[in-house]
């Protein structure tokens, strides 16, 4: 059953807010005529992933050169995930190494130390790549790179922060590839400086590391932008373009059912529907599943202002993932393990969940008093600070907790990229780089690209056999660790 047109209308993010001007994309082509010829790439979904990959694609040299490419969206672009997240451009420490080496079946990754290594630094890479673009390309968005705060409040978490960074550079040390690179890091392991340098007043340890953070609506509107004007691709976007299915031909092209809107015919098409691509891939129940967020928008008192804003972006072990906007206040909310174990929302409530219509007031009154309750000397809010806005969005878990990207075993021409599981903005446009390249050389022959986010069959027969979310113990040790793990995530 296609997902859209939707039966509520979404909740508005802060980003969506803030970006109605005349250079963003609203209703963009809404009323254009699809294209009848074969279009060389189609792409579904104007999130970050679909603006990202046709930004890659139109480049010069890049593998649409002298090519067509249509994104198509059900909605605008950046309309869900991509237009209502944390702003966080984060990139993981070692904290993964705990989480990622689990076992499947007790709600880890499966990986091996080598493959979590190899995520942390395209993660790395991934930063890199967003702040050259941006400043390559001068896009208007707010990027600002800056400390990254990952705050443990845990005794246990803090203990074992030495033994896994030990264990990363370990690793990256056994590995040719990786040999002699190393995070940008300050560990803080003395409770009363790490308190001092957070601000937070329970922190026992801080990993001093680097992020971003940005506009997201107006960081993926400028990279859609950019693939528009491309001088060397021809490229159309037509939003509120629902796809109901699609169906490979027998010559080797795809067809596109976009409802009332008509067909498209597609030699290669790229699925970047992220939490809603069951919809449209049955293969792919219950090995993505989307899940409801809700986050929130606070307007500091004057002890959190100016000279005394906050210096860098934060991931608060058993609380929250946090962005300074320049103007705005912060960005922030609860991780999903949070939400569930401070009984915001059950699993069952939240994961499968798709409608971002609604915020509900559990999460809004955690919201509300979290910054107080966390960072010292907050002090009292007058009238207009504090809370000013809450909005839902959907995000797309993989259950083995990485990306799936590539082609699609058992299809011809059909390609994907999904399942960040709340990491979008630390992998999209350095996984949609690496997909752009597979696209043109038609292999994995990208050594900085994880192999572990391949999708292979036996992948996705594992990924079924693996613990769901709906089932995560709420509050347990698995998919809740008792180390930051998906907690520092974003
Ligand atoms: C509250 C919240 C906070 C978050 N915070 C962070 C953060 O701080 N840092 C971070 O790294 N990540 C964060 N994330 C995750 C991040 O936003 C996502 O990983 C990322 O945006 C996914 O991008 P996407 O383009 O794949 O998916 P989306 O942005 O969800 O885009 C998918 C697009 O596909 C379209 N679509 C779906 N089905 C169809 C169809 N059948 N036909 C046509 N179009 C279709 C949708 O309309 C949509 O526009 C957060 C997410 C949420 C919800």
Redesign the pocket.
Request: hydrophobic share 40%.
């Given at each position: 059953m296609?997902?859209?047109p939707q039966k509520f209308n979404s909740t508005v993010s802060h980003w969506q807010q803030t970006n109605r001007g005349p250079t963003s994309l609203w209703n963009h082509g809404r009323d254009a005529p699809l294209p009848t010829e074969v279009v060389d790439y189609v792409i579904?979904?104007?999130?970050?992933?679909?603006?990202s990959l046709a930004y890659h694609l139109s480049r010069p040299g890049g593998a649409a050169e002298g090519k067509s490419i249509v994104i198509?969206?059900?909605?605008?672009?950046?309309?869900?995930?991509?237009?209502?997240?944390?702003?966080?451009?984060?990139a993981q420490t070692w904290q993964m190494m705990t989480p990622f080496m689990a076992p499947l079946e007790e709600g880890g990754a499966g990986l091996t130390a080598e493959e979590v290594v190899d995520v942390i630094l395209f993660e790395q890479d991934n930063l890199a790549l967003v702040e050259s673009i941006v400043q390559k390309e001068r896009i208007d968005a707010d990027f600002k790179k800056a400390p990254r705060f990952e705050v443990l409040i845990n005794p246990e978490s803090a203990a074992e922060n030495a033994r896994l960074h030990r264990l990363f550079t370990s690793t990256v040390e056994r590995m040719p590839k990786h040999r002699g690179r190393s995070l940008p890091v300050k560990i803080i392991s003395n409770p009363a400086e790490a308190k001092k340098v957070s601000r937070v007043n329970n922190a026992l340890a801080v990993n001093l590391t680097q992020a971003g953070s940005w506009h997201?609506h107006r960081g993926?509107t400028a990279l859609m932008r950019l693939a528009l004007e491309s001088k060397v691709s021809d490229v159309k976007f037509f939003s509120w373009?629902?796809?109901?299915g699609f169906t490979e031909q027998t010559d080797g092209t795809v067809s596109v059912d976009c409802g009332a809107r008509g067909t498209l015919t597609a030699r290669n098409l790229i699925i970047?529907?992220?939490?809603?691509?069951h919809?449209?891939l049955p293969e792919l129940e219950n090995v993505l599943t989307g899940y409801?967020?809700?986050?929130g928008l606070v307007t500091p008192p004057a002890t959190y202002a100016g000279a005394q804003a906050l210096k860098g972006t934060y991931a608060i072990e058993e609380g929250s993932?946090l962005?300074q906007t320049p103007t705005s206040g912060l960005v922030f909310?609860p991780y999903a393990s949070v939400a569930n174990s401070r009984g915001l929302a059950t699993p069952k409530e939240m994961y499968g969940v798709e409608d971002?219509s609604l915020t509900t007031a559990p999460w809004r009154s955690w919201l509300s008093t979290y910054c107080p309750k966390t960072f010292g000397g907050w002090g009292p809010e007058v009238p207009g600070e504090g809370l000013t806005k809450v909005?839902?969005?959907?995000?797309?878990h993989s259950v083995d907790h990485i990306p799936l990207v590539g082609p699609l075993p058992g299809r011809k021409g059909v390609f994907m990229?999904?399942g960040?599981?709340?990491?979008?903005?630390?992998?999209?446009v350095n996984i949609t780089r690496g997909l752009a390249h597979q696209l043109k050389t038609c292999q994995w022959d990208d050594e900085t690209m994880p192999r572990c986010f391949e999708i292979t069959q036996a992948r996705l027969e594992r990924a079924k056999r693996a613990l769901q979310p709906r089932d995560y113990p709420v509050g347990g040790l698995s998919f809740t660790a008792p180390t930051v793990n998906d907690e520092a995530?974003?």
């Amino acid at each position: 059953m296609p997902a859209f047109p939707q039966k509520f209308n979404s909740t508005v993010s802060h980003w969506q807010q803030t970006n109605r001007g005349p250079t963003s994309l609203w209703n963009h082509g809404r009323d254009a005529p699809l294209p009848t010829e074969v279009v060389d790439y189609v792409i579904i979904g104007a999130g970050a992933t679909g603006a990202s990959l046709a930004y890659h694609l139109s480049r010069p040299g890049g593998a649409a050169e002298g090519k067509s490419i249509v994104i198509v969206d059900a909605k605008d672009v950046a309309s869900c995930a991509s237009g209502r997240n944390g702003g966080h451009v984060p990139a993981q420490t070692w904290q993964m190494m705990t989480p990622f080496m689990a076992p499947l079946e007790e709600g880890g990754a499966g990986l091996t130390a080598e493959e979590v290594v190899d995520v942390i630094l395209f993660e790395q890479d991934n930063l890199a790549l967003v702040e050259s673009i941006v400043q390559k390309e001068r896009i208007d968005a707010d990027f600002k790179k800056a400390p990254r705060f990952e705050v443990l409040i845990n005794p246990e978490s803090a203990a074992e922060n030495a033994r896994l960074h030990r264990l990363f550079t370990s690793t990256v040390e056994r590995m040719p590839k990786h040999r002699g690179r190393s995070l940008p890091v300050k560990i803080i392991s003395n409770p009363a400086e790490a308190k001092k340098v957070s601000r937070v007043n329970n922190a026992l340890a801080v990993n001093l590391t680097q992020a971003g953070s940005w506009h997201p609506h107006r960081g993926v509107t400028a990279l859609m932008r950019l693939a528009l004007e491309s001088k060397v691709s021809d490229v159309k976007f037509f939003s509120w373009t629902p796809v109901a299915g699609f169906t490979e031909q027998t010559d080797g092209t795809v067809s596109v059912d976009c409802g009332a809107r008509g067909t498209l015919t597609a030699r290669n098409l790229i699925i970047g529907t992220s939490a809603y691509s069951h919809h449209l891939l049955p293969e792919l129940e219950n090995v993505l599943t989307g899940y409801r967020l809700q986050a929130g928008l606070v307007t500091p008192p004057a002890t959190y202002a100016g000279a005394q804003a906050l210096k860098g972006t934060y991931a608060i072990e058993e609380g929250s993932y946090l962005i300074q906007t320049p103007t705005s206040g912060l960005v922030f909310g609860p991780y999903a393990s949070v939400a569930n174990s401070r009984g915001l929302a059950t699993p069952k409530e939240m994961y499968g969940v798709e409608d971002d219509s609604l915020t509900t007031a559990p999460w809004r009154s955690w919201l509300s008093t979290y910054c107080p309750k966390t960072f010292g000397g907050w002090g009292p809010e007058v009238p207009g600070e504090g809370l000013t806005k809450v909005w839902s969005g959907i995000i797309c878990h993989s259950v083995d907790h990485i990306p799936l990207v590539g082609p699609l075993p058992g299809r011809k021409g059909v390609f994907m990229a999904a399942g960040y599981s709340g990491q979008g903005m630390a992998l999209i446009v350095n996984i949609t780089r690496g997909l752009a390249h597979q696209l043109k050389t038609c292999q994995w022959d990208d050594e900085t690209m994880p192999r572990c986010f391949e999708i292979t069959q036996a992948r996705l027969e594992r990924a079924k056999r693996a613990l769901q979310p709906r089932d995560y113990p709420v509050g347990g040790l698995s998919f809740t660790a008792p180390t930051v793990n998906d907690e520092a995530r974003l």
